[in-house]
């Protein structure tokens, strides 16, 4: 069945979702396994293909229908004033495989669209405005497939309007002068063409002229009312700037003394950290030591007795037992 687009009716030949998005994801695969530049604009929608075609910069752009694959792409190319056999509207008409009755699920996308790009690699296509009639041996060399004249260029109705409004204003301007110029006598025309200072005062009292001078003095007015209202607040400005620098060296004054309070209040945690005391106290312990052993090299030697030995001795040793036991607690992180 054909429907009225001259497209195959693919409702009767659909298959079920998934083999559909299988053949969809082999067509997508296909792109980037024979195009090395293709880009992904939208998954599985849209895709580009730049590439350089003689002194031209080319792209095509590849529309997925949501039929596709049962259904064949749209390629549109870029520049859109481009003229070749194969481009018709700025689309890419190739007959023998992207017209719907040659496309079929099994048509291989990217090794299509590398064909159409060496295709316009080997035979350039022409800009609109650099040729207005493309030759008859131009088809016969650029495409071996089709003889088909390239389709006229499309012109834009609407681009003479700009144009046809600035004509009509400047006719009813130079209709305006010329009744002027008309109500003038001949002795007046003499004097205008003979005399400045007449012909200034002539082309100051027109009403063109005069319209630009109200527009020209508004303008004035309103420049010299900002003006004067930006020098009403000056001296307002200049006193909330004055503030502002005040309040600014205050802050300085004060980030100051917080930056030096913040350096004695780090040098005051820095003597009670748990590293200072534990250094401190191992010190201690030491010192004990080294107290205990001189005590017993005192009665070693005989210069103390034995019960002042045993007292001295005792006192100390148990002075280093205990912060010993403390260091050793305070490396456990268990200070008491």
């Keep these: 069945m054909w429907g009225s687009t001259g497209r195959k009716s693919s409702r009767s030949q ?3 979702p998934s083999q559909q998005q299988d053949q969809l994801r082999k067509q997508i695969t296909s792109l980037f396994t024979y195009n090395d530049h293709i880009k992904e604009l939208t998954p599985e929608k ?15 752009l590849i529309n ?11 390629i549109t190319v ?23 009755k040659n496309w079929n699920s099994q048509s ?48 834009d109705n609407n681009s003479a309007q700009p144009q046809s409004n600035i004509h009509d204003s400047l ?7 010329a009744n002027i110029i008309k109500s003038k006598s001949n002795e007046e025309l003499e004097e205008l063409l003979s005399n400045e200072s007449a012909f200034e005062m002539f082309f100051q009292q027109l009403d063109q002229v005069q319209e630009q001078k109200t527009v020209q003095e508004e303008l004035r007015r309103g420049n010299e009312l900002f003006a004067n209202r930006n020098l009403s607040v000056k001296d307002d400005l200049q ?25 004695r209040q780090q040098a005051a945690f820095n003597r009670f950290s748990t590293a200072n005391i534990i250094g401190r106290l191992r010190a201690a312990a030491l010192e004990c030591d080294d107290l205990s052993e001189s005590v017993a090299q005192s009665f070693l030697d005989g210069s103390l007795d034995h019960d002042t030995f045993v007292k ?15 260091v050793e607690r305070g490396q456990r992180n268990d200070i008491s």
């Design 14 to 16: 659909t298959p079920d």
């Design 46 to 60: 849209q895709y580009e293909l730049p590439f350089s075609a003689g002194s031209l910069d080319i792209s095509l």
């Design 64 to 74: 997925v229908p949501s039929e596709f694959p049962q259904d064949p792409p749209i």
């Design 78 to 100: 870029s520049p859109n004033d481009l003229r070749h056999p194969w481009i018709e509207s700025n689309v890419v008409t190739w007959q023998e495989k992207l017209h719907a």
């Design 108 to 155: 291989n996308l990217g090794k299509i669209l590398q064909e159409i790009r060496e295709e316009f690699i080997r035979a350039p296509p022409v800009r609109s405005a650099q040729s207005d009639v493309v030759d008859d041996d131009w088809i016969a060399v650029t495409s071996p497939v089709s003889s088909r004249p390239p389709p006229p260029i499309p012109r």
């Design 171 to 177: 006719s009813s301007t130079l209709a305006i002068e």
């Design 239 to 263: 006193q909330l700037q004055q503030e502002v620098s005040a309040l600014d060296a205050e802050w300085r004054e004060v980030w100051q003394q917080f930056q030096e309070n913040d350096q």
């Design 312 to 326: 001295q001795f005792r006192d100390l040793r148990k002075v280093y037992h205990l912060r010993a036991s403390k």
